[in-house]
C-alpha cells in the first residue's frame, strides 16, 4: 500500500502571501517514496510559488516543509540536498557541454573524481543522451535539453524529484518520452512531485492535488477525483472544481 511507504516530502500548513495577495493558504501534501503525485492546477494557481518554498528560494510566511525528515527552516542545506528539480525555465548553460553542466552541477553537491564521471555515464545512459555529452547544450533539441536537466537533477540520487511545469513548450512526443522517463523512476523509490495544468499528464499519477487559488480543492486517486466529481473523466473534474477550460495536449 502506498500510504505505509515512508513520506519524503511533507507541508503541513504552509502559507505564502505576496504583499496583500495570498498565492497559499495553508496548503497541506505529502510524497511517499515510489509515488508519482501530480499537483495539477490552472496558471497561477500556486504551484510555481510552493516550488519556490520547496526549493529554498523563498521562504514561507508561516507552515512546515520537511524533506525526508529534515526542516527546511532549521537543516535548509541537508533538506535541499535531497531533493532533485526541474524548474519550468531552463537553466542550463548553453554555451557549455552536456558533460560540462554536469561536472559543474556534481561538483555543488561535492562529487568529483570517479564517481563523478561514473554517475554522469549513468545518468545520461538512463536518459539516452550518452552519444551527446560532448554536444554543446544549445545544439541540441527543446526535448534533449529537459532530457540533459533531468540527467542533472538525478545526479545526486535525490530521494525527491520536482518537476515544474517540465514539459512546457515541448512537443507531444517529447512530453511524453519525458513523463515516462520520470514515471519509471518510481521503482528506484524516488518520490515525484509533477506540477502541471494538462490534465492528461495529471491522469497516470498515483494521486492528484487539485491547487486552485492557493487551496487545495481536492486530492487522491484520479479515477476516485472523477467519481467524486460525478463525472465521466478528470478533465471534466477538473473543470467543475476549478471553473476554469481544461487543459489538454497542445
Known amino acids: 500500500m502506498t500510504e505505509a511507504r515512508e513520506v519524503l516530502l511533507e507541508a503541513q500548513g504552509v502559507r505564502k502571501a505576496y504583499g496583500a495577495r495570498p498565492a497559499l ?5 505529502a510524497v511517499r517514496a515510489g509515488e508519482f503525485v501530480a499537483l495539477l492546477g490552472p496558471n497561477g494557481a500556486g504551484k510555481s510559488t510552493l516550488f519556490q518554498l520547496l526549493t529554498g528560494l523563498f521562504d514561507a510566511d508561516a507552515g512546515e516543509l520537511r524533506v ?31 558533460e560540462a553542466n554536469l561536472v559543474f552541477h556534481a ?7 570517479a564517481e563523478s564521471r561514473v554517475r554522469i555515464a549513468d545518468v545520461l545512459a538512463r536518459v539516452g543522451l550518452a ?10 533539441s527543446g526535448g534533449n535539453r ?3 536537466e533531468l540527467a542533472r537533477a538525478l545526479l545526486h540520487r535525490p530521494a525527491v ?8 513548450g515541448l512537443d507531444p512526443a517529447s512530453r511524453r518520452h519525458l513523463l515516462d522517463e520520470v514515471l519509471a523512476l518510481r521503482a ?28 487545495l480543492l481536492a486530492a487522491g486517486r484520479p479515477a476516485e477525483l472523477t467519481r467524486a466529481a460525478g463525472c465521466a473523466h478528470l478533465a471534466d473534474a477538473f473543470l467543475k472544481l476549478t471553473g476554469t477550460p481544461q487543459a489538454a495536449e497542445p
Open 25 to 29: 493558504k495553508g496548503v497541506d501534501l
Open 131 to 140: 552519444e551527446r555529452r560532448a554536444d554543446r547544450v544549445r545544439e541540441l
Open 161 to 168: 524529484l520536482l518537476m515544474d511545469e517540465a514539459t512546457v
Open 188 to 215: 528506484a523509490g524516488v518520490g515525484v512531485l509533477w506540477a502541471t495544468h494538462l490534465v492528461d499528464e495529471a491522469e497516470v499519477a498515483d494521486r492528484v492535488l487539485v491547487l486552485h487559488r492557493g487551496e
Open 68 to 98: 525526508c525528515g529534515e526542516d527546511m527552516r532549521r537543516t535548509p542545506v541537508r533538506a535541499l540536498g535531497r531533493i532533485g528539480v526541474v524548474f519550468q525555465q531552463m537553466t542550463l548553460d548553453l554555451d557549455l557541454s552536456v
Open 146 to 148: 529537459r532530457k540533459v
Open 107 to 113: 561538483r555543488l553537491h561535492g562529487i568529483g573524481g
